[in-house]
């Protein structure tokens, strides 16, 4: 069975970086038939693809979240990370983890809340 668990700081003040984890367990980070993404929700709205990172440490970023995201993985760990540079309140979202192959997200995290205020 394959979970995915988020983790991180729920929250943070503008013009901070936010970062978040995301823990695989039953699958591998490195597999070369998926992908790992991270998705939002910001309060109200509809999800967001922030975007993701494969096998070979190749990575796809919204475009218009892109100046602001880097997406990374520490294989001994079998984690990956999200990191938000210079967030505003409009970056409070749940934040997901997730899987995805071919064309859809199979697994995801439980999601975490973060809340951007000063």
């Known amino acids: 069975q394959v979970q995915l668990q988020e983790s991180g700081p729920g929250l943070a003040k503008p013009s901070q970086t936010l970062s978040l984890t995301c823990t695989v367990f039953?699958?591998?980070?490195?597999?070369?038939?998926?992908?790992w993404s991270w998705i939002r929700q910001p309060p109200g709205k509809g999800l967001e693809y922030i975007g993701h990172?494969?096998?070979?440490?190749?990575?796809y970023y919204n475009p218009s979240l892109k100046s602001r995201t880097t997406i990374s993985r520490d294989t001994s760990k079998n984690h990956f990370t999200l990191e938000l540079s210079s967030v505003t309140p409009e970056d409070t979202a749940v934040y997901f983890c997730?899987?995805?192959?071919?064309?859809?997200?199979?697994?995801w995290g439980q999601g975490t809340q973060v809340t951007v205020s000063s």
């Open positions: 039953g699958a591998s980070i490195t597999s070369r038939d998926a992908y």
């Open positions: 997730s899987r995805g192959r071919s064309w859809s997200q199979d697994y």
């Open positions: 990172i494969i096998s070979s440490s190749t990575t």
